[in-house]
């Protein structure tokens, strides 16, 4: 069967490896747009906390998490081992220490169902062994199911793992046509042969499949997001923190320390750091973890949520056409849900029975 798969972030990425492990001919499509989400996301994978209410999105995210040992240990096999993987363990950390109360009863109870791991509330003085730079008088609840990643590194193993099973890569930009029922797709005026087509293209879905009469409810959220540094600082091990307001932050190996983010509806496609932006998110990351200040501002990223109207990803085949799949909308959690949400298009994909109905995407009239 051939498939083309247009976008190759962590949901298109995922979606092509999972395609052509199980045999299929797959050819990606990707150009590379500025402020692609995946190559600025932060890198959470914590959702035992979460409030989210809805139990639809809240099954992929936590299916997401589930996966991500056996997945990350599936691309280690397939000679990937380096995607910034690690279960290093999650510390909620609000400002009101009263808020603490709702987040371990919400963790503890999905325990029964989800990899949550231990629950534990932390003194101030264990919470800050964990992550030293956190504030002096920070208690907190730690749960050892957390973990985090590399979008970045880890959407370009899965590209290297797909091609090596044989995928194809081609840069460009694809446009759709739709003839009977069926899509086609093109890519600089040549027509590119397909049985299916998966549409994966993040916030710029949306005008892609417009001229096909699919309307996708989805917008960009723009994020800026900053990266700090101290070198000779072993952040190999530090927890994620999550304040349980819209910031958090996160290490990884390489003496960095990652805090996030702007969460700006209404952006458009504005690819710019703002002076209000990069302030908002400095004072909420010093504010949690003052012993960041000396640090280095080492980067600055900025990247398009794909978000839903709804908050609800959109994914599964597009009732009313024979060929086509969506995956979309998976908004702050992209990097969580992602590579499940990828193996659940290709099973579909493939004819395998998934129940997309909460996430369904119709073509229009
Ligand atoms: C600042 C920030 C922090 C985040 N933090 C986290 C986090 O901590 N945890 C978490 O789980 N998630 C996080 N996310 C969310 C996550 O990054 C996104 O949900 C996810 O990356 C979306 O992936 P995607 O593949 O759908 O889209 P994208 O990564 O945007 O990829 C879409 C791709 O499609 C391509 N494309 C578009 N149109 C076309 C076309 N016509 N032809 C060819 N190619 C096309 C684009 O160039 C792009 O490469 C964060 C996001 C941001 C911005």
């Not at 989805?218 to 994020?223: H, K, L």
């Not at 949400?341 to 073509?363: I, K, M, Q, S």
Request: with cysteine.
């Amino acid at each position: 069967m051939k498939v083309v798969v247009i976008g190759a972030g962590i949901l298109g990425a995922s979606t092509a490896y999972h395609l052509v492990r199980e045999g299929c001919a797959v050819t990606v499509i990707d150009r590379a747009d500025t402020g692609r989400a995946t190559a600025a996301g932060a890198g959470i994978i914590c959702p035992w906390g979460s409030a989210m209410e809805d139990q639809a999105s809240y099954g992929l995210l936590a299916g997401g998490a589930r996966y991500y040992p056996d997945f990350a240990a599936m691309l280690a096999a397939d000679g990937e081992p380096d995607v910034g993987y690690a279960a290093v363990g999650g510390l909620y950390v609000p400002a009101d220490p009263g808020e603490l109360d709702a987040v371990e009863r919400r963790a503890r109870a999905r325990s029964r169902a989800w990899p949550v791991g231990a629950v534990e509330r932390l003194s101030p003085t264990k919470a800050r062994a964990l992550f030293p730079p956190l504030r002096s008088n920070q208690p907190a609840l730690w749960v050892s199911g957390g973990a985090r990643v590399d979008g970045r590194r880890l959407a370009l193993a899965l590209q290297r793992a797909a091609a090596r099973r044989g995928a194809q890569f081609t840069s460009g930009s694809a446009t759709l046509i739709l003839h009977n029922h069926r899509v086609g797709v093109r890519v600089a005026g040549k027509g590119i042969e397909a049985d299916i087509v998966v549409v994966a293209a993040g916030a710029w879905a949306p005008a892609l499949l417009e001229p096909i009469g699919v309307p996708l409810p989805v917008a960009p959220q723009r994020g800026q997001i900053l990266h700090l540094r101290l070198p000779g600082t072993d952040t190999a091990h530090w927890p994620v923190l999550m304040p349980l307001n819209s910031y958090y932050l996160l290490a990884f190996e390489d003496s960095r320390v990652v805090v996030g983010a702007t969460r700006e509806a209404g952006s458009g496609f504005d690819h710019r750091l703002t002076a209000a932006g990069v302030a908002e998110v400095l004072n909420a990351g010093l504010a949690v973890a003052p012993g960041l200040a000396a640090w280095t501002l080492d980067e600055l990223r900025i990247g398009f949520r794909p978000v839903a109207h709804d908050d609800r990803p959109k994914l599964g085949p597009v009732a009313g056409l024979d060929n086509l799949f969506v995956g979309n909308g998976l908004g702050p959690s992209g990097l969580t849900m992602g590579p499940y949400c990828g193996r659940l298009l290709a099973e579909a994909a493939l004819g395998n029975p998934v129940d997309f109905t909460p996430f369904a995407v119709a073509a229009g009239g």
